[in-house]
């Protein structure tokens, strides 16, 4: 089955830093890429996702870049917040009839100073 | 839209007690899953269901755990006996081709 391994499991920075997490992912089949931001005490929501026809996407302070080719997707969050402090989440899904099943990075806990 | 809702919130309970958790998943959505947390293991899905058929209950620890999905609005997840070691956040997710929206957890604590 698909494997998702996600770094740094923690990572600091100070306010107006940037912050980069990674994740690879094993299975070549895999065609769909989501991050997900998780606060304290509240469910894991998605800011940002990647197909694996786009090479990068953008929303506002935060992009996703992947590559195929390494089996590897980034998240970047420029201009950081102390209000970006929470658990992010990369994950992975493959098409056709596993349709619908997530594989999730174990987690990288992101604290901004401000 | 509410949103994925799940009850309770919050339960404890003693070891050898029945468990039920609840989720009504948002409308139209015809994925519903179901995942556990813990600082351990993660995020791990149970199982998922697609229009209230399960597809994939590999998660599963054991035969203790069981989920239906009696019809698109409600499914429950159920632990007999619940042990300690049962002790995590359980998270429903409903989607419909695409994100996978999550409900706030139900936090569980066996004694």
């Known amino acids: 089955g698909e494997n998702v391994e996600q770094h740094p499991s923690t990572l600091s920075v100070q306010e107006g830093d940037s912050a980069v997490i990674k994740c690879t992912y094993s299975d070549s089949a895999s065609n769909y890429f989501p991050w997900y931001k998780q606060e304290l005490g509240k469910g894991p929501q998605l800011i940002i996702d990647i197909r694996s026809n786009v090479g990068e996407k953008k929303d506002q302070r935060i992009a996703v870049t992947l590559n195929k080719t390494a089996k590897h997707f980034s998240l970047h969050i420029t201009e950081t917040q102390p209000e970006d402090s929470a658990v992010y989440f990369c994950?992975?899904?493959?098409?056709?009839?596993?349709?619908?099943?997530?594989?999730f990075g174990q987690g990288t806990i992101l604290t901004v100073h401000p | 839209d509410a949103g994925v809702i799940q009850s309770p919130r919050h339960e404890v309970t003693e070891m050898g007690q029945e468990v039920t958790l609840r989720c009504k998943p948002i409308s139209g959505h015809d994925y519903l899953f179901w995942y556990r947390q813990t600082m351990m293991r993660g995020l791990e899905l149970l199982i998922y269901?697609?229009?209230?058929?399960?597809?994939?209950d590999s998660g599963m620890p054991e035969d203790r755990f069981s989920a239906k999905m009696p019809n698109a609005s409600f499914s429950t997840l159920k632990i007999q006996p619940s042990e300690p070691r049962d002790s995590a956040v359980y998270f429903c997710?409903?989607?419909?081709?695409?994100?996978?929206?999550f409900g706030p957890g139900t936090r569980l604590t066996v004694l």
């Open positions: 997710a409903s989607s419909f081709i695409g994100e996978q929206f």
């Open positions: 269901f697609n229009n209230n058929v399960p597809i994939d």
């Open positions: 994950a992975a899904r493959r098409g056709g009839t596993s349709y619908g099943k997530l594989t």
